[in-house]
């Protein structure tokens, strides 16, 4: 089998990556737009001038600014981390086939996409196929299934993450859609497992509670090919950190994924919280915190951060420069194209 090459670079020196953290964390102060959410009764109570921004680099390093250490629940970012754990466990295909990788072009939580697509979840960034995930992921019981799912993201964090049981609370008390699209799935055969018991697993995945710098050593995990830099524990293998990115570029923003990635270049994966993580392969990753939100749930500031480093730091993965030219030792004439 032909090697895979993978593309790989380098970020600015030390201080140079710190003073660029800083500056984007200032930039984004000046904006005060967007709303906390209030679908969570428990997310509503946030303070919403909190904000952090982090950048975790492969080697180990970590750059902070504002709140960067602050925690929230971490939400639908655990859906990439989770995808991962269960492609570790079945491979490529298998999960390629049960879940899909394709956008569906509508809302993360529409019943309408399963109704149109045969009950198929298309994507594990979706609700249905977030759900449909946790459910693959191998257990006995429903409370190894949970402890498994909290040990593997905690070895991406490179920490022992814990649940907010408020949080947890006050979603499993008004997650009567995600109930309805669980039961939908099971109709049409796309999970095994009990469908309640797997909603239950994924709010409570959901309320693990997480900072800005921990998103960052999560993307920093899945950019060094799935090797946790701050550990060096190895937490899923490099072709399936390829494929969580991969999943993430193209779905990771649900409907809106097209335009983070013209303005941003780069994987990337919100939560309703205000906590973003974003990954650039080989280098590292980033992790945001603003509860600010815009009308269709992505923090305002963590976006303005974000797309401030992206540039900055050259890290879009569609940016490129002319190359210095100079004598061709080839011509169309000389090599017969």
């Known amino acids: 089998m032909t090697a895979v090459r993978v593309s790989t670079g380098s970020l600015p020196g030390w201080e ?10 200032r930039d984004a102060l000046e904006t005060h737009e967007g709303e906390v959410a209030t679908y969570i009764p428990r997310l509503a109570s946030v303070d919403p001038e909190l904000f ?26 655990s859906k990439a981390f989770v995808y991962a754990l269960v492609c570790e466990e079945l491979g490529h295909d298998t999960v390629r086939e049960r879940i899909g990788v394709n956008n569906t072009g509508l809302a993360f939580n529409s019943v309408m996409a399963i109704e149109l697509n045969d009950g198929h979840p298309m994507n594990p960034m979706v609700n249905a196929g977030a759900i449909a995930t946790t459910a ?46 669980g039961i939908l799935l099971q109709a049409y055969g796309r999970i095994d497992a009990d469908p309640l018991a797997a909603v239950d697993v994924y709010t409570r995945q959901c309320s693990l509670l997480v ?27 490099a072709s399936v950190a390829r494929d969580t ?12 994924s097209g335009e983070w990635l013209f303005e941003i270049g780069l994987p ?8 973003i993580v974003t990954v650039s392969p080989g280098k590292g990753g980033i992790g945001v915190f603003s509860p600010r939100l815009d009308r269709v749930g992505n923090s305002v500031r963590g976006q ?25 030792p080839y011509t169309r004439e000389k090599d017969g194209r």
């Open 16 to 25: 140079e990556v710190d003073r660029l953290v800083v500056e984007a964390h």
């Open 52 to 77: 952090g921004v982090s950048v975790a680099e492969v080697d180990g390093a970590v750059h902070t600014a504002g709140d960067a250490h602050a925690t929230f629940s971490i939400q639908s970012i």
């Open 136 to 181: 693959l992921v191998p257990a006995r019981s429903t409370d190894e299934r949970w402890e498994r799912i909290q040990r593997g993201l905690s070895a991406f964090a490179g920490r022992r993450l814990e649940l907010d049981g408020e949080v947890y609370t006050s979603e499993a008390d008004t997650n009567q859609r995600n109930r309805a699209i």
């Open 211 to 237: 900072s800005a710098t921990d998103l960052a050593v999560m993307g920093a995990t899945l950019a060094d090919g799935g090797v946790n830099p701050v550990t060096g524990e190895r937490v899923v293998a």
């Open 245 to 256: 990115l991969a999943v993430l570029a193209s779905t990771g923003l649900y409907e809106r």
């Open 268 to 275: 990337g994966k919100s939560g309703v919280a205000g906590g």
């Open 304 to 328: 303005r951060a974000t797309r401030f480093l992206s540039r900055s730091l050259g890290l879009d993965v569609f940016a490129s420069d002319t190359h210095e030219h100079g004598p061709y």
